[in-house]
């Protein structure tokens, strides 16, 4: 990029001075905080754990940019708001960008980190998959009793005709239907799917591997699988009840319900006419599907108000008072649905717009590494600060986006931001918790 003096911008002048602006100071980035990205990365170890299982094709002698260079410069991208590739065309001349990545240069171009990206294949992604499950263990520094995994599909739309893209019905879109399991806020899987099958495809095996690998670790660990009604099927209740795992999954409403349910709605409808204050009551029931093996245990909420009736049904083998499952237990899972849109508003985790199949799965894995990193540092940063329960956007507008001016020389690189920064001492804190211990 040339450093040539840029055109000047003129605005209505001030106490007789004119206002000018231009694009051709020293060198200035906008990104400030990538720093934190770096001391987070360092700690958690993350790009280079993913770089060390992505085996790198090109021949060592003519490579110009580091597979883990390109991973970073990636990765911390998207953590910084930049969703396309040819952002980097640019960002490729940021000292502070170069500086975060281990580089004196300039970085790669959107055709090298294009390249990365279609280099993708199906061992690659489950490599990096195992990554993240990795991660989540190695933030408890103590075993922990039980752990609550969030399962849950969602839409992710496309525009072209990219491999695998189906139409569908419910959506009424052509889209994927990725699959995403959290634990609280911290992210275990990602699985990119075509959007023809059913919402509980593969969920079986992943929460198979999972609690495998989960028990291998905390042999003693209770594990409780929480999901909506896509998730209610034969095969997956089986095994948890084989395996001992909890459940307290979403179960549709159907004839057969309702009207097991119904002497409970006609109470509560009788109760809301004697008051007029919304009714909701609680009583578990006996039901078995034409497609399970046996009758299990399913609390019915009947609940009305002045909109009408709104009958909802969780299927669960826990014990205790139906209504306590219910409020305290299954309506927690909406926390997830802030998880889900925090990858895919906020960090770009829909951009599948490549025309192959795997490449489009590694997308939604390096958008799932941006949320690890910045998960991280909401978790190990920001406890008991003002953002403690900020969102991805909030993080990266209120410290990751700060202008900057960088010195380097050959003894030391400085990043010199504004005196006038209104999170200065926020900044301080986050990036003392964030050092490698």
């Given at each position: 990029m040339s450093k040539c003096t840029a055109p000047e911008l003129t605005f209505p002048s001030f106490d007789r001075r004119k206002i000018e602006a231009s694009f051709g100071g020293a060198d200035?980035?906008?990104?400030?905080?990538i720093m934190?990205?770096?001391?987070?990365?360092r700690r958690l170890g993350l790009t280079a754990a993913i770089d060390e299982v992505m085996s790198d094709p090109r021949r060592p002698e003519c490579v110009v940019h580091p597979q883990l260079q390109l991973l970073r410069q990636r990765i911390y991208g998207l953590a910084h708001g930049y969703e396309d590739l040819n952002d980097h065309d640019t960002l490729r001349n940021d000292p502070a960008w170069q500086s975060a990545v281990d580089r004196n240069e300039e970085l790669a171009s959107s055709p090298t980190l294009c390249r990365l990206e279609a280099r993708s294949n199906r061992a690659r992604a489950v490599a990096i998959s195992k990554i993240f499950v990795e991660q989540f263990i190695?933030?408890?520094?103590?075993?922990?009793t039980e752990l609550i995994l969030d399962f849950d599909a969602t839409d992710d739309r496309v525009h072209g005709f990219q491999e695998q893209r189906c139409f569908h019905g419910y959506y009424r879109d052509w889209c994927f239907l990725p699959l995403y399991v959290f634990c609280g806020e911290q992210l275990l899987v990602s699985y990119l799917r075509p959007s023809n099958q059913d919402p509980a495809k593969h969920a079986w095996a992943i929460l198979k591997l999972l609690t495998q690998r989960l028990r291998q670790q905390w042999p003693q660990l209770r594990i409780?699988?929480?999901?909506?009604?896509?998730?209610?099927r034969q095969k997956m209740l089986r095994w948890c009840e084989r395996q001992q795992v909890d459940y307290v999954v979403g179960l549709a409403k159907?004839?057969?319900?309702?009207?097991?349910?119904?002497?409970?709605?006609?109470?509560?409808e009788a109760d809301f006419e004697t008051s007029g204050q919304?009714?909701?009551?609680?009583?578990?029931?006996?039901?078995?599907?034409?497609?399970?093996?046996?009758?299990?245990?399913v609390i019915a909420k009947a609940e009305h108000s002045a909109l009408g009736s709104n009958p909802r049904f969780v299927i669960s083998n826990l014990k205790g008072r139906s209504q306590e499952i219910y409020d305290t237990l299954y309506c927690a899972r909406g926390e997830m649905e802030n998880r889900i849109k925090?990858?895919?508003?906020?960090?770009?985790?829909?951009?599948?717009?490549?025309?192959?199949w795997w490449p489009n799965q590694l997308r939604l894995l390096l958008s799932s590494a941006a949320y690890v990193l910045m998960e991280a540092i909401r978790r190990l940063g920001l406890s008991g600060t003002k953002l403690a329960r900020a969102q991805v956007g909030t993080i990266r507008l209120k410290l990751l986006k700060i202008g900057t001016i960088i010195l380097r020389n050959t003894r030391r690189i400085q990043?010199?931001?504004?005196?006038?920064y209104p999170h200065q001492e926020l900044y301080r804190q986050v990036a003392a918790r964030l050092a490698p211990g």
């Open positions: 200035i980035s906008s990104d400030g905080g934190l990205l770096r001391q987070i990365d190695a933030s408890f520094q103590e075993a922990p409780i699988l929480r999901a909506d009604s896509g998730f209610s159907n004839s057969r319900l309702l009207n097991l349910a119904k002497p409970l709605m006609d109470r509560a919304k009714q909701r009551h609680f009583a578990w029931l006996k039901y078995a599907a034409r497609t399970w093996d046996r009758p299990r245990r925090e990858q895919q508003l906020g960090l770009f985790a829909d951009r599948t717009s490549c025309h192959r990043l010199r931001m504004s005196r006038n």
